[in-house]
C-alpha cells in the first residue's frame, strides 16, 4: 500500500527566502504526483503535476521535481511571499492511472513580512 | 466553465439526521471522486466514477454513505444516520480521462458537514 509523508508539518520562513517542501513515498510504481495547495476552509488548488516519465515541472516561482528511485518529490518555492501562506499537499496515482490519488498529511508554510 | 461546484458549502446537522452533498463537475470531465478530509490530515479516497459507472469504493465507505452520478453529469453524496465521526470536509473533484490524459485532478471548494 502506498504511503506519503510530507515534512516538515509545519514551516514558518521570513518573506523572501527560497524554500523546499518535502514529499516521500513508499512504492515507486507511480503513474504521476501532483502537488496542491489549500487555503484554510477552502478547496485545493493544483500547482503542479509531473508525470512518471518527467523530472521536474515548472510554474512562475515554483518548481517540482520527481526523483522515483530514491521515493521523493520536492517543491520549490523561490522569493517566498506572504500570500505563499497555505497547507502544500503531494498526492500520487500509481500503475495505470486508474486508482485514486493517495495524499500525504501536508505541510503548513507560514511567510512572514 | 467555472470549475467544480459543490453544495451546499456547509451543512450543519444533528445526529441521526441525513445529509446530501451534491458535485457539479467541470463540463465534459468523465471521471468524478469524492474525498473527505479531517482537520490536519490530508484526503481520503472514498469513491469515484468514470460517466455513470462507480469504479471503485474505498472501505471509508460504510452502508451508511451511497454516491450516485445517474446520468454521467453530477454526483451526489448521500449520508444516513449522521454520527459525530461523520463531522469533515466533503470534497469532490473530476478529471477528463482519456487517451492522452495526464490523470490531473481537479477539486471544488468542498462541503463541511459539521454533526452535532
Known amino acids: 500500500k502506498q504511503e506519503v509523508t510530507q515534512i516538515p508539518a509545519a514551516l514558518s520562513v521570513p518573506e523572501g527566502e527560497n524554500l523546499v517542501l518535502n514529499c516521500s513515498f513508499t512504492?515507486?510504481?507511480?503513474?504521476?504526483l501532483q502537488w496542491f495547495r489549500q487555503d484554510p476552509g477552502k478547496g485545493l488548488t493544483s500547482l503542479l503535476l509531473?508525470?512518471?516519465?518527467?523530472r521536474e515541472q515548472t510554474s512562475g516561482r515554483l518548481n517540482a521535481s520527481l526523483d522515483k528511485s530514491s521515493g521523493r518529490s520536492t517543491l520549490y518555492i523561490a522569493a517566498s511571499q506572504p500570500g505563499d501562506s497555505a497547507t502544500y499537499l503531494c498526492?500520487?496515482?500509481?500503475?495505470?492511472?486508474?486508482?485514486?490519488?493517495?495524499f500525504g498529511k501536508g505541510t503548513r508554510l507560514s511567510v512572514i513580512a | 466553465d467555472t470549475g467544480v461546484s459543490q453544495n451546499p458549502r456547509h451543512k450543519i446537522t444533528k445526529r441521526g439526521q441525513n445529509v446530501t452533498f451534491r458535485c457539479d463537475p467541470i463540463s465534459e470531465h468523465n471521471r468524478l471522486y469524492w474525498y473527505r478530509q479531517t482537520l490536519g490530515q490530508g484526503p481520503e479516497f472514498l469513491t469515484y466514477?468514470?460517466?455513470?459507472?462507480?469504479?471503485?469504493k474505498s472501505r471509508l465507505l460504510s452502508d451508511r454513505f451511497s454516491a450516485e452520478r445517474p446520468k454521467g453529469s453530477f454526483s451526489t453524496l448521500e449520508i444516513q444516520r449522521t454520527e459525530q465521526g461523520d463531522s469533515a470536509m466533503y470534497l469532490c473533484a473530476s478529471s477528463p480521462w482519456g487517451l492522452s490524459n495526464t490523470g490531473e485532478l481537479f477539486f471544488g471548494e468542498g462541503s463541511r458537514l459539521t454533526v452535532l
Open positions: 498526492a500520487m496515482a500509481q500503475f495505470s492511472g486508474n486508482t485514486p490519488l493517495v
Open positions: 512504492d515507486s510504481a507511480i503513474y504521476n
Open positions: 509531473i508525470q512518471s516519465s518527467q
Open positions: 466514477f468514470q460517466n455513470e459507472a462507480q469504479l471503485e
